[in-house]
Each structure stands twice: as structure tokens, then as C-alpha cells.
């Protein structure tokens, strides 16, 4: 038996660790995504009464056909759990903003929500100030060219992220 067999690399051999300056940009990344989230969800609440979830679903639904979609295909598209989705929707019915109802399926229940009248009057109302936020703490700080980069690249992460999101959410929105 010969001792000059190379040993089999150990899976902590095998780490593609990151250069500095690809460190410094992840970190970056990392910073943006615990902070801008907190800073938009406050805006919301001081304004509106709402968190960033209940916004997004908000819009989502205004988006849709009929302003309906099915739970699963709205927390898809909100990125959120069914848990998740049926408490915002709870809490937005309660306000008068969506209607729930119970459909039956072939292979089971499905429940839909639907964006209210009142709850799209709403939306238009909470709209203008999310939307000077977002230019606020987004938009006015980067250069155009910044700002399409950061598009490119949110959307390269995000494919990659929603690989195995529903067909479904994919048919009905750029996920």
C-alpha cells in the first residue's frame, strides 16, 4: 500500500470562499436587506396602518384579473407562507379591504381573496407615500445607471431564488 495517494479533499477544502472585494459586496447586499425592509415597513405603519406585507398583497390583488387570486398563487406572489397570507388577509378583511371565499376544486378546497372596492381606494390612497419612500431611500440615491444595475440584478438573484416557485405564480407575474 503506498502512502503517496492524495487524500480525498474534506468538503471544507471544497469551499468556493469569496474574494474580499466579492465579501465587501456581499456584506453590502446583506445590509440592504436587514435595512430597507424595516425602513419601508415603518413608513407604512406611521402613515397607513400597515405592514409591508399587507402592502404587497394589496397590490398584488390590484394587479390580478378581477382583482381575485387564489391564497397559494398570492402568497407566491408576495412571498410569503399560506400561514402568513391568511393572517394578513384576516387582518385586511377585517378593514374592509379584501373578501374571502371558499371554492371548490377537484381535488379539494381552494380559497380566493379579492381586492375590494374600498380596499383598492385604499391601495391608491397608501400608494403615494410608499412610492416617495421607495424614491427616498431607492430611487433618488442611485444614479439611473445604478438603479438599472440594481434591477438587473435583483431580478438575476430572484430568478434564481423562485426556481421552484409555482407554475402557477410564474403565469401570472415576473415573479
Not at 456584506?27 to 436587506?33: H, T
Not at 406611521?46 to 394589496?58: I, P, S, T
Not at 427616498?136 to 416557485?165: C, K, N, S
Amino acid at each position: 500500500m503506498s502512502t503517496d495517494t492524495p487524500s480525498e479533499p474534506t468538503p471544507e477544502h471544497d469551499v468556493p470562499w469569496l474574494s474580499p472585494d466579492q465579501q465587501r459586496d456581499w456584506r453590502a447586499l446583506v445590509a440592504l436587506i436587514m435595512a430597507l425592509p424595516p425602513a419601508l415597513d415603518a413608513q407604512l405603519k406611521r402613515d397607513a396602518g400597515v405592514n409591508v406585507f399587507e402592502y404587497h398583497v394589496l397590490a398584488a390583488l390590484s394587479d390580478a384579473p378581477n382583482r381575485t387570486l387564489v391564497l397559494s398563487n398570492l402568497a407566491a406572489l408576495a412571498q410569503g407562507s399560506l400561514s402568513r397570507i391568511s393572517h394578513a388577509i384576516t387582518r385586511l378583511e377585517r378593514s374592509g379591504c379584501v373578501e374571502r371565499r371558499s371554492l371548490p376544486n377537484r381535488g379539494g378546497r381552494h380559497t380566493e381573496a379579492r381586492l375590494t372596492d374600498a380596499g383598492f381606494a385604499r391601495l391608491e390612497e397608501i400608494a403615494p407615500g410608499h412610492v416617495r419612500e421607495a424614491r427616498r431611500l431607492v430611487v433618488d440615491a442611485l444614479t439611473p445607471e445604478q438603479l438599472a444595475a440594481l434591477g438587473d440584478a435583483a431580478r438575476a438573484i430572484t430568478a434564481v431564488t423562485m426556481a421552484e416557485a409555482p407554475e402557477t405564480c410564474r403565469e401570472i407575474s415576473d415573479c
